[in-house]
Every structure is written in C-alpha cells, then in structure tokens.
C-alpha cells in the first residue's frame, strides 16, 4: 500500500524564544543548566523581562523534527495544539511554510491559557537551559487526531514531552492503533531523562507493547532502565524494540537491531548551541528509514544533521542538508 505521508509528528507545538547568557544568570534566575522545567505564565513573563535580545521562533521538539524531514523533501505533517492567537497563528504559518501539512484544530480565544513558548538560556558551552510554558498544546485531545491522516504514513513520530498532558496518553494511542491498522511503523522519543522519571513505566509499555522505533540519548536511556551501564541498557533496549537510535554527545550514536549493535562515529563539531540536536538527529533518520537507506547510513545523516543545527543559534538547521548529505556520499 502506498502512502502519501512519510511522517506525521505529534507532540508540543509553542514557539522557542532564545536567548544567551552565562551561568551567573542561571543561577541569579534560579534556573537549573541544562534541562527543561516546566513553568507557569507568570514565570515565563518574569523570566522573558530579565533575559536580554531574544530570537522567536517556532519550535517544539517533534515539530522541529518534522521541519528537518520536509527541508529534505519528505512529505510531512504534523498535530500540536496551538491557539488563536499571534503566537499560535505564527506557528500554523511556520509549519506550512515549510511544507507540512498542519490541521489540528485552533484552540479558541475563550480558551484557558495561551500559545505555548520555551525560553531557551543559552550558555557560552552551548548548552541550553530550557524553560518551557505549555499553554494550550498541553490540552492535545484524541479528538485532535486525525485517524486517516495518521493511517496514510509510513511512521509516526511521538514526542515524550507530550506526555504531561492530561489527554495525551489517549491521542497517542489512537494515533498508535490507526497506524498500526494500515501497517504504519510508530517511532517513539525519549525527549528528556526527567521526562522519562515522570513517565517510566507507560514509556516502556509503550516500548514493548506499539514502539518500532525509540529515539533517545545517553542519560534518557539509562534513566529508563534505572541503571549506570551503558552496554547493558542499549542490550536491553534492544531485546524490546526492533530499531534502536541512542545518541551520545559527540561519542556520535548507537543503532541496535536484531541483537547487532552499530556505533556511528560523529565529526567534532564547535558547539554554539545545543538546542535541536536530538531532534534534527531523528529527523534525517527518518529520513534516511523512509527513504531507503540502510541504519548505519540513517545513523549518518543523523549525526550530520545533529553536528550542522549545534553550529549555530536555534533549533532548526540552516545549512542544505540534502547538499551535505550528497557531500557525503549519503544520498
């Protein structure tokens, strides 16, 4: 059966406000270097008026993966909950423009709360600090997904973060159940180790249960097997999902399949800012997967895109990924 979409992301949709500043900032601000916590609307107003000149623009994790997909050429959409507002109209317009499809539902103007936003600290390491105010794509509903977009693609692509949301759980099942009905393959994303201590035990029914393929890093892998051995949670892992994508810094990745662990070496690459990395990694992987390439060449691509968005500020790589890839012999 042909399918129309390669990839339909789920997960926040908000807009990514970004910002430098060093530690003694995060400390003065009390914020906590190199996570996300989650924050209310009066945080988030107080925190935007003491950072200095910021960046807008639009983000959320799966969707930055979805962006990643469609700048190659796949054919995307994606569902998050924005609202009708200048944030949420901004977002609506970004994924378009970039080729996705974007249907979900506006929440109204009545409704509580507002666009989501994530105002990302980004510290001279190039590590990001990341602040982040749900508003409404906390309130994703199962009515919010479609089941026969869902069942016209190859993968769905589920984000972790979304998981905090009262809802959540029920919209990922359905979108779980109405791929799997027309053979679709579902690709899961860690997003975050606090987000796995949050969600451990249905992340990894999930896992065992409707996953074909978990995207994680390092700290998130071993976090959701509760253990300090790296070889033993990526053997693990793999005896309970068919594809495996572990990402560890600048160690590159890890593909596990069928009992065979691939390692794919990254390129040293300067950091300017981490925001992204994980996300443009799983990406091109999906990419890669729904374009015929083998795994240790998806873990390639991965690594590629990952190395090219951490050169610059903001989430989203700005370099041709196709024309580096084709550099590379990938493509």
Not at 4 to 28: H, K, Q, T, W, Y
Not at 285 to 314: E, P
Request: with cysteine.
């Amino acid at each position: 059966m042909t399918k129309r979409l390669n990839v339909v992301g789920i997960g926040n949709a908000m807009v990514d406000i970004l910002a430098r500043c060093d530690d003694a900032f995060l400390a003065e601000a009390g914020v906590e270097k190199g996570i996300m916590q989650l924050i209310d609307m009066d945080r988030a107003v107080e925190l935007y008026g003491k950072i200095g000149p910021a960046r807008e623009v639009s983000g959320g994790s799966a969707a930055n993966t979805i962006a990643v997909i469609a700048a190659l050429g796949g054919k995307t959409a994606y569902v998050g909950k924005v609202k009708d507002d200048q944030l949420g109209h901004i977002f609506a317009h970004d994924m378009r423009a970039i080729g996705g499809e974007y249907e979900t539902p506006l929440a109204g103007a009545e409704a509580w709360g507002e666009t989501g936003r994530c105002i990302v600290l980004v510290t001279p390491d190039g590590e990001r600090s990341m602040n982040t105010y749900l508003g409404v794509t906390e309130f994703l509903t199962p009515g919010d997904v479609d089941p026969a977009q869902i069942a016209d693609a190859e993968w769905i692509y589920l984000e972790g973060y979304r998981f905090d949301g009262p809802d959540s759980h029920a919209a990922f099942a359905k979108a779980i159940e109405a791929c799997h009905s027309t053979n679709g393959q579902v690709s899961l994303t860690l997003s975050d180790p606090f987000c796995v201590e949050r969600h451990r035990d249905a992340f990894r029914k999930m896992i065992q249960d409707g996953v074909d393929l978990l995207f994680c890093n390092r700290a998130e892998l071993l976090s959701m097997y509760q253990t300090d051995d790296f070889d033993a949670a990526l053997k693990l892992c793999g005896s309970e999902v068919s594809i495996l994508a572990c990402t560890d810094s600048e160690n590159g990745a890890y593909v596990v399949s069928g009992g065979e662990t691939i390692h794919v070496p990254a390129d040293p690459v300067a950091i300017v800012d981490a925001t992204g990395a994980g996300d443009a990694f799983a990406g091109a992987f999906l990419y890669g997967m729904t374009h015929g390439a083998d795994l240790a060449t998806c873990g390639k691509m991965g690594n590629l895109a990952a190395g090219s968005v951490i050169a610059h500020i903001g989430p989203r790589p700005e370099a041709d990924l196709k024309a580096l890839f084709e550099d590379n012999g990938l493509i």
